[in-house]
Antibody
């Protein structure tokens, strides 16, 4: 079955950027949307954006669209999320998650399964 | 679309039922007949895991003690008999429109 493996924890300074990777294995990659969701310590889930690798055009949430960039490398089945101008409030667990729906009944976005293991990004001076 | 869950916390005796409500600020039912609402459980220290998709369809491997219902703007997740492994935080999520949004989460604890 499909598995998503994320890159390791990062410690960053305020104002810098971070790039987190999400490598897919065990299933088709190009035609399934990968989403990014973050979770601040002790808080709920927040959608950041998504990309369908074969199309290459990402969609971003309004809270992030001026600071986030999501790209896909179809040759390595990997999606990247880069967040710039980091602030302490960006300290969070970052998850990637696949939308597995296929077929004519599917919408642009459907549900998330599986999820990556999460990548902790800590922003501190 | 604003997603509102209630209650925010729930303490249940193992073997007893539990119910979580999720309300959306607009209908999640598309003209296709599909409802863009899913449910997730985040167990302590883990990533969220899918329980329910398209409003009421149990995901593969999810025990049949979990069920979901609702339409339009009001949805319910039910656990017929809570077990120890069910503890964690439950989230509803809408995917009808971007930005995709989640409920605040409902923490299920065992008595």
């Amino acid at each position: 079955q499909v598995q998503l493996m994320q890159s390791g924890a990062e410690m960053k300074k305020p104002g810098s950027s971070v790039r987190v990777s999400c490598k897919s294995s065990g299933g088709a990659f190009n035609s399934y949307t990968i989403n990014w969701v973050r979770q601040a310590p002790g808080q709920g889930l927040e959608w950041m954006g998504a990309i369908m690798p074969i199309l290459g055009r990402p969609t971003y949430g309004p809270m992030f669209e001026d600071r986030v960039s999501i790209t896909a490398d179809t040759s390595t089945s990997t999606v990247y999320m880069e967040l710039s101008r980091l602030k302490s409030e960006d300290t969070a667990l970052y998850f990637c998650a696949r939308d597995p729906c296929s077929g004519n009944h599917c919408g642009l976005y459907n549900w998330f399964d599986p999820w990556g293991q999460g990548t902790l990004v800590t922003v501190s001076s | 679309i604003v997603m509102t869950q209630s209650p925010l916390s729930l303490s249940v005796t193992p073997g007893e039922p539990a119910s979580i409500s999720c309300t959306s600020s607009q209908s999640l039912l598309l003209s296709t007949g599909y409802t863009y609402l899913s449910w997730y459980l985040q167990k302590p220290g883990q990533s969220p895991q899918l329980l329910i998709y398209f409003g009421s369809n149990r995901a593969s491997g999810v025990p049949d003690r979990f069920s979901a219902s609702g339409s339009g703007t009001d949805f319910t997740l039910k656990i017929s008999r809570v077990e120890a492994e069910d503890l964690g935080v439950y989230y509803c999520m809408q995917t009808l429109q971007t930005p995709i949004t989640f409920g605040q989460g409902t923490r299920l604890e065992l008595k």
